[in-house]
T-cell receptor
Framework: GENVEQHPSTLSVQEGDSAVIKCTYSDSASNYFPWYKQELGKRPQLIIDIRSNVGEKKDQRIAVTLNKTAKHFSLHITETQPEDSAVYFCAAPLSGSARQLTFGSGTQLTVLP | EAQVTQNPRYLITVTGKKLTVTCSQNMNHEYMSWYRQDPGLGLRQIYYSMNVEVTDKGDVPEGYKVSRKEKRNFPLILESPSPNQTSLYFC?????????????FGEGSRLTVL
């Protein structure tokens, strides 16, 4: 069925290093790809999103890249800081469905001081 | 302040005792949805609503009911809770007219069914 696969499930990096989280989707008609960050005990919140008419979008230390041909998109965090430690979820819409977003299973990112 | 409000935030109940988790948003959003979050499974959609009196099943609707009688409210009903419904529940809303796609989540409701 249509789904969103996210890897890795856990990721540990040293402070200052970069982190990359990847997601693949199955529906070629998907056109909107958001990333949500969930800090411990908090609600998920949108941090960045990209639409299918662009290949990359940046916002300070975070960026998202999209490869529509391969049907995958990635979150890049540079110069990681302890406050980046959280669970990150990717998501994509299901074509022809009113359900809007299907979420990946999440990546627990730990930034080690 | 724009927000999605869920109640209760924490609840411990017993098998079979009906309960309702309320969700209210003050952003005039058309779309509302319920998710459950379980370790390793991410956010799975239970039910969603495109507008008043319009609801539909998500990925894991079994054992749940919803209603959308008013635009701002979208309660989640567990008629006969079972231990496998122990989970963290999130309500979310978004505007379909603005087409931004951003989902605004409530703070979550942690439910334990004994």
């Amino acid at each position: 069925g249509e789904n969103v696969e996210q890897h890795p499930s856990t990721l540990s990096v040293q402070e200052g290093d970069s982190a990359v989280i990847k997601c693949t989707y199955s529906d070629s008609a998907s056109n909107y790809f958001p990333w949500y960050k969930q800090e411990l005990g908090k609600r998920p919140q949108l941090i960045i999103d990209i639409r299918s008419n662009v290949g990359e979008k940046k916002d300070q230390r975070i960026a998202v890249t999209l490869n529509k041909t391969a049907k995958h998109f990635s979150l890049h965090i540079t110069e990681t800081q302890p406050e980046d430690s959280a669970v990150y979820f990717c998501a994509a819409p299901l074509s022809g469905s009113a359900r809007q977003l299907t979420f990946g299973s999440g990546t627990q990112l730990t930034v080690l001081p | 302040e724009a927000q999605v409000t869920q109640n209760p935030r924490y609840l411990i109940t017993v098998t079979g005792k009906k309960l309702t988790v309320t969700c209210s948003q003050n952003m005039n959003h058309e779309y509302m949805s319920w998710y459950r979050q379980d370790p390793g499974l991410g956010l799975r959609q239970i039910y969603y609503s495109m507008n008043v009196e319009v609801t539909d099943k998500g990925d894991v609707p079994e054992g749940y009911k919803v209603s959308r009688k008013e635009k701002r409210n979208f309660p989640l009903i567990l008629e006969s809770p079972s231990p496998n419904q122990t989970s963290l529940y999130f309500c979310a809303s978004s505007s379909r007219t603005l087409n931004t796609g951003e989902l605004f989540f409530g703070e979550g409701s942690r439910l334990t069914v004994l």
